[in-house]
């Protein structure tokens, strides 16, 4: 007999969710209190949301610095899915912290009872789905799926505040023990050709210098289909290139994102007028191309050929909380011009496309024809969050660096190539989650 657990995550699965987690509520975890989800902001890279806004609203004279988003939110019972229209998260840089709130509201057969209750042992689960829907449902302490699923918490993983239940989709099966046991099959096989998931399932060989990555997937049975979600039982596998397998030095820095500015004259004047003012003439002489390049972090001197400088308004490094949600990492110039920027909204949005948790595999690559091979030493990082993100931002251990151009700029058709990158060094890498471990497949 199927245990009510798994039928519980099998019908959601069955409306299209792909990823399941429990909340356990706290009395106040409510309509009226909102429902708490962690004091961080890694709840935004487990539920998906939309853009995230200002709340100008204010409580007795008071204006309330915090954010919002908006959430596809749908209550599960046994007629389908139910939507609730007004569901969103609430973020509280101040605490900092993040909630949900508006479940209720216009929600046909919403399980009011439950939500509005202060009763003790209620647990919330989530289905999360690839198109962002969010599925939930509430049950009480008394009821056979959570008793199942008290049976088993002790062993589940954490993240954050939420429960896990990857393990328990998966049968039993740990997802990162299960992971490693792959790596280290795939490290057993030694030199592999470089290949790419083909679209019927089965790999195809892959000539181009950059397959890396591609013969991993193809080897762990991922397709680069360009989901958003995570590629092997919940986790987001990473390769990168060394030079040996001895001290697995990375061969060059990891980009975290490739955001375009939001504000500044990169912005608001154009891409050209940003690189005539701001770049510089190409130092291999290539006639009319104009190129803005350079390293930019934190705190640094002004930039020699941009006179460009990164800093940070709205975040407090000493406490790591917003100060301000609209604050924002700008490239200013000396005389304060912003030439560019990128708010704080913004970059929590492309953040929050992180996964929760990422392995990092060392490569090698050996050519003609190109092949692989994967090291026995593999980073297990999890718990990232944008907070730790716009530390690392003020430490300047993540940092801008760009490579855009104009090239035909001296003619009437010049041509702009852009290339925004925010990136770090990769043995800094731990700094951007909160849980990071080394594994040696080899036990050693």
């Known amino acids: 007999?199927?245990?009510?657990?798994?039928?519980?995550?099998?019908?959601?699965?069955?409306?299209?969710?792909?990823?399941?987690?429990?909340?356990?509520?706290?009395?106040?975890?409510?309509?009226?209190?909102?429902?708490?989800?962690?004091?961080?902001?890694?709840?935004?890279?487990?539920?998906?949301?939309?853009?995230?806004?200002?709340?100008?609203?204010?409580?007795?004279?008071?204006?309330?610095?915090?954010?919002?988003?908006?959430?596809?939110?749908?209550?599960?019972?046994?007629?389908?899915?139910?939507?609730?229209?007004?569901?969103?998260?609430?973020?509280?840089?101040?605490?900092?912290?993040?909630?949900?709130?508006?479940?209720?509201?216009?929600?046909?057969?919403?399980?009011?009872?439950?939500?509005?209750?202060?009763?003790?042992?209620?647990?919330?689960?989530?289905?999360?789905?690839?198109?962002?829907?969010?599925?939930?449902?509430?049950?009480?302490?008394?009821?056979?799926?959570?008793?199942?699923?008290?049976?088993?918490?002790?062993?589940?993983?954490?993240?954050?505040?939420?429960?896990?239940?990857?393990?328990?989709?998966?049968?039993?099966?740990?997802?990162?023990?299960?992971?490693?046991?792959a790596l280290r099959r795939i490290h057993s096989r030694g030199w592999i050709p470089s290949q790419k998931m083909g679209r019927t399932g089965v790999p195809e060989p892959y000539s181009a210098r950059n397959g890396g990555g591609y013969t991993l997937e193809a080897e762990l049975g991922i397709s680069p289909n360009g989901c958003a979600e995570p590629d092997f039982m919940g986790w987001e596998v990473k390769q990168y290139g060394v030079r040996d397998f001895t001290k697995f030095t990375a061969k060059s820095p990891v980009t975290l994102m490739t955001p375009e500015p939001t504000g500044g004259v990169y912005r608001d004047k154009g891409v050209e007028v940003f690189l005539r003012r701001f770049g510089y003439a190409d130092k291999a002489g290539k006639a009319g191309r104009i190129n803005f390049g350079g390293v930019y972090a934190n705190d640094r001197d002004f930039h020699a050929e941009t006179n460009l400088a990164l800093r940070m308004t709205g975040f407090d490094p000493a406490s790591g909380k917003i100060t301000d949600v609209d604050g924002a990492i700008v490239l200013v110039a000396r005389d304060d011009t912003i030439a560019a920027s990128w708010g704080f909204k913004e970059i929590m949005a492309h953040w929050n496309r992180k996964h929760a948790k990422a392995a990092y595999v060392p490569s090698l690559m050996r050519a003609p024809p190109p092949e692989y091979s994967y090291g026995p030493v593999v980073e297990m990082n999890q718990g990232t969050d944008v907070l730790l993100l716009l530390g690392a931002f003020a430490r300047g251990a993540v940092y801008y660096d760009p490579g855009i151009k104009l090239e035909n700029a001296d003619t009437g058709k010049p041509v702009t190539k852009r290339r925004s990158q925010f990136r770090v060094r990769h043995k800094l890498l731990p700094c951007l989650y909160s849980e990071t471990s080394i594994t040696n497949l080899l036990g050693n």
């Open 1 to 181: 007999m199927t245990n009510p657990l798994n039928r519980l995550l099998d019908q959601m699965a069955s409306h299209g969710a792909v990823r399941f987690y429990a909340k356990r509520l706290a009395p106040n975890d409510n309509s009226k209190n909102q429902v708490y989800l962690g004091g961080d902001f890694g709840a935004l890279n487990i539920i998906p949301h939309g853009e995230i806004e200002d709340d100008v609203s204010t409580i007795a004279g008071s204006v309330r610095n915090r954010a919002k988003a908006k959430v596809n939110f749908f209550w599960l019972d046994d007629q389908g899915l139910a939507q609730a229209p007004d569901a969103q998260l609430i973020l509280y840089p101040k605490y900092p912290e993040v909630r949900v709130s508006g479940f209720l509201r216009g929600a046909v057969r919403a399980p009011k009872d439950l939500m509005r209750s202060r009763d003790e042992g209620r647990i919330l689960f989530f289905g999360i789905s690839p198109d962002g829907r969010v599925i939930g449902h509430v049950l009480a302490h008394s009821d056979p799926v959570v008793r199942a699923l008290d049976a088993i918490v002790d062993t589940l993983p954490l993240s954050g505040v939420f429960i896990d239940l990857e393990t328990v989709r998966q049968g039993g099966t740990n997802p990162k023990e299960a992971l490693l046991e």
